[in-house]
Nanobody
Framework: VQLQASGGGLVQAGGSLRLSCAAS????????MGWFRQAPGKEREFVAT????????YYAESVKGRFTISRDNAKNTVYLQTNSLKPEDTAVYYC??????????????????WGQGTLVTVSS
């Protein structure tokens, strides 16, 4: 599966952005989807993940209550709604996919497929 992330940009603290990740192919519903982020000089970290059906979600503590992951299997797209953004949310955001069953999947090595990333910059 090929992934294309979009929706990043520059936003003031307290603002919102909706990130999208479009997947190629007809098997999108077979993949667990995740969002990760990487700030300059830091390791890539988990943000959120969603099950194949969209019925289950799991979040990093740092974004719980502010970010929402969702998916539209008919459109082969996963979303990340980011609200109440903080300067520390500044990072390149990556979407990822994996076809294995275990849940939740929140480690970088648990995902086989990655998009190219979209930059989110939050100004104070």
């Amino acid at each position: 599966v090929q992934l294309q992330a979009s929706g990043g940009g520059l936003v003031q603290a307290g603002g919102s952005l909706r990130l999208s990740c479009a997947a190629s192919g007809r098997t999108f519903r077979r993949y667990v989807m995740g969002w990760f982020r990487q700030a300059p000089g830091k390791e890539r970290e988990f943000v959120a993940t969603i099950s194949r059906s969209g019925g289950s979600t799991y979040y990093a503590e740092s974004v719980k209550g502010r970010f929402t992951i969702s998916r539209d299997n008919a459109k082969n797209t996963v979303y990340l709604q980011t609200n109440s953004l903080k300067p520390e949310d500044t990072a390149v955001y990556y979407c990822a996919a994996d076809s294995m069953d275990s849940w939740p999947r929140y480690r970088v090595y648990e995902y086989a497929y990655w998009g190219q990333g979209t930059l989110v910059t939050v100004s104070s």
